[in-house]
């Protein structure tokens, strides 16, 4: 108590002027139009990017759980693609078909999306890999496809209980079968280990005319990825002399510096596809 009289009776002259300052401030507004008006435009420009703030700071702290929302709504909607797909009459053949028996409304669905977040995960080695949060208790098992909303990732190398190890693109060892959206001619994607935005497809023949910006999708001969998926896009085009195949720099639609959220593939054929090779 003795302190607070101390303070007042010290400050006592600027209470004063703060008090009177006030009021003189609350009449000047209160009293008159256009004072009044340009307080209240101000103390609403004030409050609304205070507010704007902070739903921006909210926002930021909810991406990881939209990230997550999104990514299983994604995953949600492929598979009532391939239901849709399985559905169709009549019966399409090939890497990714599927086989209608109306009579008995049964049908087989190829495949179907889990969707998983990433733990872990680096861009800056030669052996990049990838760890989810999904694993054998979620139905998630090796050599599974993984891909993102923009395209594929990689392949599912190891599996525990609850965490699985994804060799992606961007990991020299990586071979991914891919081929050029126009003209169907085929090969292997690999990475050499410098950019990670960048790959290359290989063993494509001298011969092909490939174009600039031509799209690069899964060929669905490995059965891991379904036919179509997008890979990325031809940058640049060099033919190797020596066995006369090109050489396909292919920019990566995934941005592996920037993923989160992906989706694993489940090929319900894989244990017979495996058995016949």
Known sequence: ??????????????????????????????????????????????????????????????????????????????NEIEHLRAQQEPAVFGPDSVLVSLSDSSYWLPYQYLSAHIVQHSINKSQNYITLNKGTDDGVFQDMGVVAANGVVGIVKSVSQHYAMVMPIINVQSRISCRLESCQNFGSLQWDGTDYRYAVLNEVPSYVKVSKGEKVVTSGFSAIFPRGILVGEVVDVVVNEKDQTLAIKVELSVDFGKLSDVNVIHFAGMEEFKALQ
């Open 1 to 78: 108590m003795k302190t607070l009289l101390q303070f007042l009776k010290r400050f006592s002259l600027l209470l004063q002027f703060l008090f009177l300052e006030a009021v003189a401030i609350i009449m000047l507004i209160q009293f008159n139009g256009y004072q009044r008006s340009v307080v209240l435009s101000s103390a609403n420009w004030v409050s609304g990017f205070l507010f704007e703030g902070v739903d921006a700071v909210s926002d930021y702290f909810d991406l990881h759980e939209k990230n997550q929302d999104l990514s299983a709504e994604n995953a949600a909607l492929k």
